[in-house]
């Protein structure tokens, strides 16, 4: 099923590095048995009984998107398209968090809901609901498995065992840590996570700015020149030649239909937020997010950017004189390779197992809540004791993982896996986006306009998805010259507006839901004071999440002007 | 455990369990393994990949660093959290 051990080349770890490796793999593990001794109910399990301080969820939901594609992806940007990959972060993310602390979660928070899922019931009723908690808990198998399939794959890369090997070992790490302590024992973890991935990547930007000679030095020996150091118009990042349209692109198509559908409907993401102490807190976790995400892309992207300027490998492929044995995806390695000492490769490495592990147990969390509350509970059996759907919880677990194994040998198919990961998101998360969006602000939305929407909306992003020439692979016909990034920013643009068009006019031939029914869920109808915090007044200036968005919405900007 | 005077509900600290001791462990650990290596370990063929710079210790002195700064955040501010979850007040 699996392709054969890759020796393309290797990372020679020494007993020092596998010290390190350990020691890590012993505190993850430790954190789970001991925050198993700390459940006492359901909603323990899998919101960590909504007791988490804000900085503790803002690094989670920060983590919990810095997986395997997060560093390998953009790096492997970097290298290839220099400073526009600073789009992903300051475009394509910052705002929707700020939106979501400042706008969203409010009502996720105030409803009392569990699941981004569940306040698609309250609102629009079981048929909307049941679209969306399926293809959201499908998504997620699909999603663990890629990021299973990647783990594995650079296990194989540094220690050389092969990949069905790394595959089953990286799975029951995995599978023990989140069944042995829920949410609480992944958000901790995926903390933890956060600071050895900096640890790891810090030190290595910093010989990579040494050994280049500074960003004087990158600014010099750039390939193929100058326009690798700006970010704007990113014409080679989105393959539009015209500077106006790759702007309208960049700013419409990721910074809008793809990146709010992504940051604000995606329960992976907003699980985190929802597991907070107050309203304030869970508002607080998205904006405090935002701020190490901005500089997230400085010890991600740069150490790609030197990768293919110092690494000869990856500067032959960029100069095309490459023979093929690496690809982009590897140039944050290359880089470990040629300039870390045994000890710093070590840190490197357990840094890069831990991010690679944090996609795929979110994956894995949100599926098991989604699955036992959403499915179970709803369709299957209703009005069971607690500790029932804690089993069901903890065999979804296991479950998902035995089949995020199988989703990894899928996944192992695709040759490029950054296009794929793209175009499901369009198909699941932008028709999502478009019906919250409409649903909240606009009462008279009907039930059926909302799982009509979504199910419209899909079938829009899967039509232009099969037209364009790669977007699904051999099934895509190619009648639209569209291709990578541009095939998917399409399939999402075609999924919000036509998810939109068909809600407005099934709904001005159906029925609207009762009003009283609607309210904490409609923002004309919510009163004010369900969506602040009761006690927001007596709140210090760094605890109020109006002011911590205005700060980081200024630093942004100040980065794209610094940067463009 | 103490009790917490407006809600009478019992709270109690979580001492070292709480994650930022956690994260004081493993990051100083590394630390101090980083450090040792780059003191009493750094080769010349090693230093001379990444253009002299002992990024071992330099990296190791900066984990030592930031997990006293955790450990003395723990310290001054301790994480206090209520014996029992809050009934189902969500619901």
Do not use: A, E, F, R
């Given at each position: 099923m699996l392709l054969a051990a890759d020796e393309t080349f290797r990372l020679d770890a020494d007993v020092f590095d596998y010290t390190i490796v350990a020691l890590y793999f012993v505190v993850v593990l430790g954190i789970g048995v001991l925050a198993r001794r700390q459940i006492s109910s359901s909603l323990d399990f899998f919101l960590s009984g909504r007791s988490l301080p804000a900085w503790v969820t803002g690094l989670a939901f920060i983590s919990a998107n810095l997986g395997a594609v997060e560093i390998m992806g953009m790096s492997a940007n970097g290298a290839q398209f220099g400073a526009a990959t600073f789009h992903y972060f300051w475009i394509g993310a910052v705002p929707a968090m700020l939106f979501l602390g400042i706008v969203m979660m409010p009502f996720y928070y105030g409803s009392g809901v569990r699941s981004v899922p569940e306040f698609m019931r309250r609102r629009f009723g079981t048929g909307a609901h049941l679209v969306n908690a399926l293809s959201f808990a499908v998504a997620q198998l699909l999603i663990a498995g890629i990021n299973l399939f990647l783990l594995a794959t650079i296990v194989n890369r540094l220690l050389g065992w092969p990949l069905w090997v790394s595959l089953v070992v990286a799975a029951a790490i995995v599978l023990t840590y989140t069944a042995l302590g829920g949410l609480s024992a992944a958000i901790y973890n995926e903390v933890l996570q956060f600071f050895v991935i900096v640890a790891a990547l810090l030190p290595l930007t910093i010989i990579a700015l040494h050994k280049v000679g500074g960003w004087q030095g990158v600014v010099d020996k750039v390939s193929p020149g100058p326009e690798q150091i700006s970010s704007w118009p990113g014409t080679d990042l989105t393959g539009i030649d015209n500077p106006v349209l790759s702007v309208i692109g960049i700013v419409f198509g990721l910074g809008f239909v793809l990146s709010f559908g992504y940051w604000t409907t995606n329960f992976v993401e907003v699980q985190r937020a929802m597991a907070s102490d107050s309203i304030s807190s869970a508002r607080r976790a998205p904006i405090l997010g935002a701020f190490p995400k901005m500089f997230i892309p400085f010890i991600v992207i740069i150490p790609g950017m030197i990768a293919a300027i110092v690494v000869p490998e990856m500067a032959d492929l960029k100069a095309g004189t490459?023979?093929?044995?690496?690809?982009?995806?590897?140039a944050i390695l290359l880089l470990m390779r040629d300039l870390l000492p045994n000890g710093m490769l070590g840190i490197a490495i357990a840094g890069l197992l831990a991010s690679f592990m944090a996609g795929m147990a979110a994956n894995i969390s949100a599926f098991n809540t989604v699955f036992s509350y959403d499915l179970w509970q709803q369709?299957?059996?209703?009005?069971?004791?607690d500790g029932h759907y804690l089993t069901v919880g903890r065999i979804a677990t296991v479950a998902a993982t035995l089949i995020a194994i199988g989703t990894a040998g899928i996944a192992s198919q695709y040759s490029n896996l950054m296009d794929y990961l793209q175009t499901l998101f369009g198909f699941f998360n932008a028709p999502l986006f478009a019906t919250f969006i409409l649903g909240m602000f606009w009462k008279r939305m009907s039930a059926a306009a909302g799982w009509i929407g979504l199910v419209s909306g899909t079938l829009a992003a899967v039509v232009v998805a099969l037209l364009s020439e790669d977007a699904l692979g051999s099934l895509s016909t190619g009648a639209l010259s569209l291709s990578g990034q541009g095939a998917s920013f399409v399939a999402a643009g075609a999924a919000f507006v036509v998810d939109i068009l068909v809600s407005v006019v099934v709904t001005m031939v159906t029925k609207s839901r009762a009003e009283k029914d609607l309210v904490g869920l409609v923002y004309s109808l919510t009163p004010k004071e369900s969506l602040v915090d009761p006690n927001a007044k007596d709140l210090a200036w760094y605890q109020s999440p109006t002011k911590l968005a205005g700060i980081a919405l200024v630093l942004v900007i100040i980065l794209n002007v610094v940067f463009r | 455990m103490q009790p917490d005077s407006t809600t009478g509900r019992r709270k109690v600290k979580i001492g070292v369990f709480d994650i930022r001791f956690v994260i004081a462990g493993l990051i100083g650990l590394y630390g101090i393994i980083l450090t040792l290596l780059g003191i009493f370990r750094a080769t010349d063929e090693e230093l001379a990949r990444g253009d002299g710079l002992n990024i071992n210790l330099w990296a190791g002195i900066g984990m030592l660093v930031v997990a006293a700064l955790f450990a003395a955040w723990a310290r001054w501010k301790p994480l206090i959290v209520p014996a029992t979850p809050p009934a189902d007040d969500a619901d």
């Open positions: 490459g023979d093929g044995d690496v690809t982009y995806n590897d369709y299957v059996k209703k009005d069971q004791p | -």
